[in-house]
């Protein structure tokens, strides 16, 4: 079937056709992690100009200067006054992955898309900022394997004094 400019092209909904392009997708990022999997599909409806899908994420807990609790996006989240250095930027994706999970290990990868997500620039080695991250002498991450972290409970303490930041509650997906 050929179209011209004169013929009008049925734009409907084809639920069969979206459900066999859906398997070929997932037949394709099956065996990527759930970050590159997302990023994939973002950037393809960017490619195809279309606005991206966002990830289905609920907002961050975390408490206003003021003390009201309230929910922000990313951006609020981000928009911070006072000068920030790379390093800052990198304890606040944690704050905001804490804010998220609660106390649950997170990757470099992680945080890295965190940053992205939200337009900062985080150093090159956060092997060597999160390791020298302390507070009174005490660490605010803990190793949990290669390339993986948790704040410690001196870390949890720090985003709630420095950024009012709670522990969010959601399951991590694995």
């Excluded at 704050?95 to 997170?106: E, I, L, N, T």
């Amino acid at each position: 079937m050929s179209t011209n400019a004169h013929d009008t092209v049925d734009t409907s909904p084809d639920p069969a056709k979206a459900g066999k392009l859906a398997q070929q997708i997932v037949s394709i990022l099956i065996n990527e992690d759930l970050i590159t999997r997302q990023r994939a599909v973002q950037a393809a409806m960017t490619l195809l100009g279309d606005a991206p899908v966002q990830p289905n994420v609920g907002p961050p807990h975390y408490t206003k200067e003021d003390g009201s609790g309230d929910s922000h996006d990313l951006a609020s989240f981000f928009n911070r006054d006072g000068e920030m250095k790379p390093a800052d930027y990198a304890y606040l994706c944690a704050a905001y992955h804490f804010s998220q999970f609660g106390g649950v290990p997170f990757s470099f990868i992680e945080i890295r898309a965190i940053a992205a997500d939200a337009g900062v620039v985080i150093p090159d080695r956060l092997d060597m900022t999160f390791s020298q991250a302390t507070k009174k002498g005490k660490k605010l991450f803990q190793s949990t394997g290669k390339g993986s972290l948790k704040p410690t409970a001196a870390g949890g303490l720090e985003f709630g004094e420095r950024w009012g930041v709670r522990p969010g509650k959601k399951a991590k997906a694995p």
